[in-house]
């Protein structure tokens, strides 16, 4: 738990923000070590503060400092992933233990479809007996390693749990060459030795892979994949650390864009790199070829492998930006605050109906794409998790009307805002850059919702959620 003492900035003109620690103070505050404690504030018409002690806001976060009653050491929980370098027999024996896994999900998956339409309920724990029948039935399983077997049930387990709970769609039939893995949980059947670059995986033997960092904590379970015609291992693991303490102050708020990838608050916007657009016309090229290529054939598995090739650069290319982005930001700042944005909604197909036909349906699917290709949810999900290992937080407030009103007077309207890139107040005359008048009015709306305490659902979701990666 953090004690957060902030100041609200108002750009309104000619307001002030009251404070009374007199007997409204809340009695938390007596039994935690508050270092330079002030009030939280908000807007007179926000909340219901007394003027009296009033005093001018200010910016940035006054202090961010841990209670006496939270020095316990906190889980971090983290994935470190390498590219191996399997040779001819290493690479057979992936490919074979990745099958064994399908193979059992998709068996698994089918039996809880028929028990499901006869009314009957099939939990993990039957499939589990009944993987010790199934490895009878069919000696091939057996060259795979158990855990690796069990947890493909267990992958399936959480796939219906996820469904049941609103969070992904029905489980699928797992087909071959798409997402290959399979994962060893058992701790004594792994072993690293990062300084001669080799992993020991179960039935299998010594691994070579790409060391390009070391991994910290304690190995629970690695997980082996292929990509694009290369195999990965992902080693997850656990370690207690220390409640970090960020070292810097600066609160930020942030404006996800079109035009401009994010604006911040303060400092320069960052520019979209955009990997899908500038790879597109290859991409249109490779994908000519195949289509013309007769399917399943050898010309046709290796015109798919170079488009599959081009994707995994593209990805890559696109995930190394968010990282830097997002690392840069998470490093500078204490509070970062950005827009609950619904990217889903947000990149809805406009096609419509056979009835009911949509409106600019091709123009909709370019900014589909452009906003897919830019990943805005995956940027606030690397600055949830980094903010947390830093010490920080991660605030999200609503976006409806922060690029319409106005930071000098207040005044919301549609047509402040004519032009995409320029903001004109119709009330007061002020005048600047539209997504630096969202970055600051995105900057205020959290610095409010932190000062007032909102405990709406939705804000509480946003803002005190563990995020995956660090649990407290």
Request: proline fraction near 4%; hydrophobic fraction near 35%.
């Amino acid at each position: 738990m953090y004690v957060v003492a902030l100041a609200v900035q108002l750009y309104q003109l000619g307001l002030e923000v009251g404070a009374d620690l007199g007997e409204d103070r809340s009695e938390c505050f007596d039994s935690m070590a508050i270092k330079d404690a002030v009030a939280a504030f908000g807007d007179k018409d926000q909340m219901n503060v007394h003027c009296r002690s009033a005093m001018p806001a200010v910016s940035k976060v006054l202090d961010f400092v841990h209670g006496p009653d939270n020095n316990e050491n906190m889980e971090r929980r983290q994935a470190f992933r390498f590219q191996l370098m399997p040779n001819g027999e290493q690479q057979r024996q992936m490919r074979c233990f990745a099958g064994c896994a399908r193979y059992v999900y998709n068996k698994a998956l089918a039996l809880k479809k028929e028990r499901y339409e006869k009314k009957e309920q099939l939990t993990r724990f039957q499939l589990d007996k009944l993987l010790v029948q199934w490895k009878q039935e069919t000696p091939w399983l057996r060259e795979a390693p158990a855990h690796a077997l069990q947890q493909a049930i267990l992958d399936l387990d959480r796939a219906y749990t996820n469904f049941f709970e609103r969070r992904a769609k029905f489980p699928k039939f797992h087909k071959k060459g798409v997402r290959d893995s399979f994962r060893e949980s058992d701790q004594k059947c792994i072993k690293l030795e990062q300084g001669n670059n080799r992993i020991q995986l179960p039935k299998i033997g010594w691994v070579r892979y790409r060391n390009s960092r070391e991994v910290l904590g304690e190995i629970r379970s690695v997980t082996v994949s292929q990509s694009a015609g290369q195999w990965y291992v992902s080693v997850n693991t656990f370690e207690q650390v220390e409640p970090p303490r960020h070292a810097s102050t600066a609160v930020v708020g942030i404006d996800w864009g079109v035009a401009q990838f994010i604006t911040p608050s303060e400092g320069q916007p960052v520019d979209r790199l955009s990997p899908l657009k500038n790879f597109l016309p290859k991409l249109k090229t490779l994908q000519r070829r195949l289509a013309r290529k007769q399917k399943f054939s050898n010309n046709w598995k290796k015109a798919k492998a170079k488009v599959t090739q081009l994707y995994q650069r593209i990805a890559n290319t696109r995930k190394h930006f968010l990282h830097k982005v997002s690392s840069d930001i998470s490093k500078n700042h204490a509070v970062v605050i950005v827009e609950d944005l619904q990217v889903k909604n947000m990149s809805a197909s406009a096609a419509g109906t056979r009835e009911q036909p949509g409106r600019n349906v091709k123009a909709k699917s370019g900014l589909n794409r452009s906003i897919l290709d830019a990943s805005p949810f995956e940027l606030r999900r690397q600055l949830e998790y980094k903010t947390r290992w830093r010490g920080g937080m991660l605030v999200a407030v609503p976006p409806h009307n922060t690029s319409r009103q106005c930071p000098g007077c207040g005044h919301t309207s549609g047509d402040n805002r004519k032009r995409q890139a320029q903001f004109t107040c119709l009330e007061c005359g002020f005048s600047a850059n539209a997504d630096w008048v969202a970055a600051m009015n995105i900057k205020e709306a959290g610095l409010a919702l932190l000062a007032c305490g909102d405990t709406s659902p939705e804000v509480r979701a946003s803002a005190q959620e563990p995020t995956e990666g660090l649990h407290a």
